[in-house]
């Protein structure tokens, strides 16, 4: 496995708002499958790496390789606007913290969900609403809402839309930035869930942006420690949060209440 | 039981100490075990002895890499499926072969079961054999049907395969954890008071589980406070009063 080349490699990557630098030389490898958690408080830079990773906001400096399909591992920055477009509503997913950024609130959850299927270039009608009611009970959701919009669907409701809409092209790699904050716990406990056994189940490698140590420990099988842009500590997360080493993991360890 | 010449080890820790430092309590030291060094054949149970203290958990999590070591390596015989028999230091290794071996080589069963809401304990159970299968259905249901072995075993009522084992008696859970090891042998098993909040005959079948992987093999390494189960299922003891750290100036 170690010899397997990674789907992401990560270099460098610097970013600056105005005179400070959000996100400081941050590198790091992602293997097909893997998930790993990338935890801090807000203000860490945690959400700007994310964004720079997955192409949305072109870093001041560094490098971003994805393992495309065809052509070996291609920076990102270097794909010309309508292939790193493509890649995004393909081979890549991103879940936002809030699903109204991600989803198209005023169309049916099944068009949400085929949206990406016709982006690429599937015209049949009746496939696409049968491969959105297919993924739609893949994320629980009763099909039988499938001509709703999400305007109409609780929080946690529309967070599973805005994966099975992300899922349906089968990525290989998902983005998610705080998926399960801003939900009830009841329903935050299904959504991990949900995306514990999907991230198992398809072999998805994701990279999770969280302040919560929880959701790192179900989902994640690594964890990179974020604090004033720079990563302080890496490693399995057991280890991480088992035998936290840099003062910060323990100090963002040790004020976890356990219930 | 001596192994037989040319036997080579499965595991082999060598000059491995630990110590935690506190950085947010003024940095203090807690230096737990030092120069831990023995080597661990097949077939073989080591008991781990020492009262409570003395770093046997800290050794089997130094082991399973949770815990990072100090010093010194842990060197444990890996199949990666390129080279068989090739060996991983635990203390070193990358994350992707810290993974690989704790998919194939070492199984663990902590004192404690995290559970995921909402997994029925069958599932919960099968998982560690369906690691790298996909969804073969084919899989599914061998691993479902060996799993149920172990449940039955076990004694875990029918009535709660299908129910996550969150909401589970300390006993349960632990009986869970154990099935959840056992239905696959590993090269080399790590079990924390295994039988800690078991009933006799639930101990009773735990012993006979140890006794017949270590007979296929695998090389258990645990922590058995009860004498008694110990004196049935350990063919060597390890004095962790070797390991003990000497006196510090801080």
Redesign the interface.
Same mark, same amino acid.
């Given at each position: 496995?170690? %010899?397997n080349p990674p789907l992401l490699r990560v270099q460098g990557v610097t970013m600056h708002y105005g005179a400070r630098r959000a996100v400081d030389d941050v590198s790091f490898d992602l293997?097909p499958g893997?998930v790993l958690a990338v935890v801090g408080e807000s203000g860490s830079g945690k959400t700007t790496l994310l964004n720079a990773v997955a192409a949305r906001v072109k870093p001041d400096a560094g490098r971003v390789g994805f393992m495309t399909r065809h052509d070996g591992m291609v920076d990102v920055y270097s794909m010309s606007e309508a292939q790193r477009r493509l890649l995004a509503r393909t081979d890549w997913g991103y879940v936002h913290q809030d699903a109204v950024q991600g989803l198209r609130m005023n169309v049916s959850a099944g068009a949400n969900v085929g949206e990406r299927l016709m982006a690429l270039g599937e015209r049949h009608y009746g496939r696409i609403r049968t491969e959105a009611a297919n993924w739609l009970q893949r994320v629980e959701m009763d099909a039988g809402r499938i001509d709703d919009t999400p305007a109409t669907f609780s929080g946690g409701m529309r967070q599973r839309l805005q994966i099975a809409r992300n899922l349906v092209t089968r990525p290989r790699l998902v983005f998610m930035d705080e998926p399960t904050s801003g939900l009830d716990v009841s329903v935050q406990?299904?959504l *991990? %869930?949900l995306l &514990?056994t999907l991230t198992r @189940?398809l072999?998805l490698a994701a990279i999770v942006v969280t302040h919560d140590l929880a959701v790192a &420990? *179900?989902l994640a099988? &690594?964890m990179m420690v974020m604090k004033e842009g720079r990563v302080v500590e890496t @490693? *399995?997360t %057991? =280890?991480v949060l %088992?035998?936290p080493?840099?003062?910060y993991t =323990? *100090?963002l360890v040790?004020s976890v209440l356990q219930p | 039981m001596m192994p037989g010449v040319g036997v080579k080890p499965v595991l082999r820790a060598s000059g491995l100490s630990k110590r935690f430092v506190l950085h947010n309590q003024g940095g203090v030291e807690l230096p737990v075990l030092e120069g831990v060094a023995f080597e661990a054949f097949p077939g073989e149970c080591i008991a781990l002895d020492g009262p409570s203290g003395a770093g046997k958990s800290t050794l089997l999590k130094l082991i399973y890499a949770n815990y990072r070591a100090s010093t010194g390596s842990v060197h444990v015989r890996h199949d990666d499926g390129v080279q068989a028999g090739a060996e991983v230091d635990m203390t070193r290794a990358s994350a992707q072969t810290l993974l690989a071996v704790r998919r194939s080589t070492i199984g663990y069963v902590s004192q404690f079961l995290r559970t995921v809401p909402r997994v029925g304990s069958l599932d919960v159970v099968a998982e560690p054999l369906l690691a790298g299968t996909g969804a073969d259905p084919e899989a599914l249901r061998d691993a479902h049907r060996q799993a149920q072995d172990l449940l039955l075993r076990l004694r875990i009522p029918q009535r709660l395969w299908h129910v996550a084992p969150a909401t589970f008696s300390g006993g349960e859970q632990q009986r869970i954890n154990l099935a959840r090891s056992f239905v696959r042998d590993w090269p080399v098993l790590l079990l924390d008071e295994p039988t800690a909040s078991l009933d006799a005959s639930n101990s009773a079948t735990v012993v006979a589980l140890i006794n017949e992987v270590r007979k296929r093999g695998t090389t258990v390494i645990g922590i058995f406070h009860d004498a008694h189960i110990r004196e049935q299922v350990a063919t060597r003891v390890l004095d962790m009063g070797c390991f003990q750290p000497g006196p510090r100036s801080r």
């Open positions: 496995m170690t %010899d293997w893997e406990a299904k *991990l %869930d &514990r @189940g072999s &420990r *179900l099988h &690594r @490693g *399995l %057991d =280890q %088992d035998d080493q840099h003062p =323990q *100090l040790s | -």
